[in-house]
């Protein structure tokens, strides 16, 4: 049985496929440290996944869109906050919030943030440091932002309508708003490598999230929540999967479970195979159609899930079996794949009060 995949794509061609990946105008990398351990080597080997990419097929002569959802790097924040007077040993806390927000220079900055100060205090966060620097877009400002919260209530859910609060003024765009990770956006993998947190020593990270396309892709990546990261073909919105999430408390693997339905209807060849890849919060998934979309690595001390094959020892997800990843708050890692990954979610729904609904695995 085929499965349309509704929650969110990305295109790669079908045709001898682990040759074909190569030279794509789109990328995706997610790697994750073993021991669960934050570290600058870390990000170090995020840049040149992104950068073995660019520099293929001459694509470091072209400029595309980058975004990488990291950790919150605590011990460079340790480092800010002290810089700025307060106590560095609020950046440790689990609520510890960060936020990037990109404000357009169409419009006078200082209304715009005075608003959105007052947004913050309305629900419920106290502000903690701001700082204001030119953006990797033209014409925008990055505006970034660390907080805690008057409570823990619905924390999650609280950060993502603040997210969506912000963004109803024109000129705001919220990359990412979390108590858990931060996005950085940028050009080129040599702007990401030169950013002023990322190129900072005490930058470190353990589980990161990579896309990168350049200008003639058909499809983006599109922030999932107020954090999380998604590549996405633009069949659909993300909104059906933020509904489940924030409206009705499923986790991500419950809602991706429920997002993916079986097709009955047979449809035609397309020239294009399709996975889904969604992160969010303390959980991640992935989801290859065909065999070749999706390729997982593992070294010595580091898990590579790429959509082209990297290293000599890459093999490819097998097309239409999830995999998941469940973090715990120490950092360690539990995979769940196939048969684990249908048990896990058919023992999270059962245990719900609403009606039994049909997943796809």
């Not at 061609?13 to 190569?22: S, V």
């Not at 990546?221 to 107020?226: E, N, T, V, W």
């Not at 684990?340 to 997943?359: D, G, I, K, M, Y």
Request: glycine content about 4%.
């Amino acid at each position: 049985m085929r499965f349309r995949l509704r929650l969110t794509f990305m295109d790669q061609p079908t045709a001898n496929a682990a040759q074909a990946a190569k030279g794509q105008p789109a990328f995706f990398a997610a790697v994750m440290e073993i021991n669960g351990m934050g570290t600058k080597s870390h990000t170090n080997a995020v840049l040149e996944t992104l950068t073995g990419w660019s520099q293929s097929a001459d694509r470091h002569c072209r400029e595309a869109n980058i975004a990488v959802q990291f950790d919150i790097p605590r011990k460079l924040w340790m480092d800010k906050l002290a810089n700025a007077g307060q106590n560095p040993e609020i950046a440790a806390n689990d609520h510890f919030i960060v936020g990037h927000v990109l404000l357009s220079c169409s419009a006078r900055p200082e209304p715009i943030q005075a608003g959105l100060r007052q947004l913050i205090k309305q629900f419920g966060f106290t502000l903690l440091f701001e700082s204001t620097r030119p953006s990797w877009q033209k014409n925008s400002l990055f505006w970034q932002v660390a907080m805690l919260p008057s409570d823990v209530f619905s924390l999650s859910d609280r950060l993502f309508r603040l997210a969506v609060a912000m963004e109803r003024q024109t000129d705001v765009r919220v990359a990412s708003l979390s108590h858990l990770h931060v996005i950085y956006e940028a050009n080129t993998v040599d702007e990401l490598r030169r950013d002023l947190d990322v190129s900072h020593p005490f930058f470190a990270s353990s589980v990161a999230f990579a896309y990168a396309q350049t200008a003639d892709a058909p499809h983006g990546y599109r922030r999932l929540g107020a954090a999380g990261l998604l590549v996405d073909g633009g069949e659909t919105s993300a909104s059906s999967v933020e509904t489940l999430v924030y409206d009705n408390g499923y986790s991500l693997l419950e809602a991706a479970a429920l997002v993916l339905t079986p097709e009955t209807v047979p449809s035609p060849p397309r020239p294009y195979s399709r996975c889904i890849v969604a992160s969010l919060d303390h959980e991640a998934i992935w989801l290859a159609e065909t065999e070749g979309a999706l390729w997982r690595t593992e070294s010595l001390s580091r898990i590579f899930i790429t959509t082209e094959p990297y290293g000599d020892n890459a093999e490819p997800l097998p097309p239409s079996r999830p995999l998941a990843l469940v973090r715990s708050a120490a950092g360690s890692l539990l995979w769940l794949e196939g048969t684990r990954f249908r048990q896990e979610v058919n023992a999270r729904l059962s245990n719900r009060r609403t009606p039994r609904l049909p997943v796809a695995f």
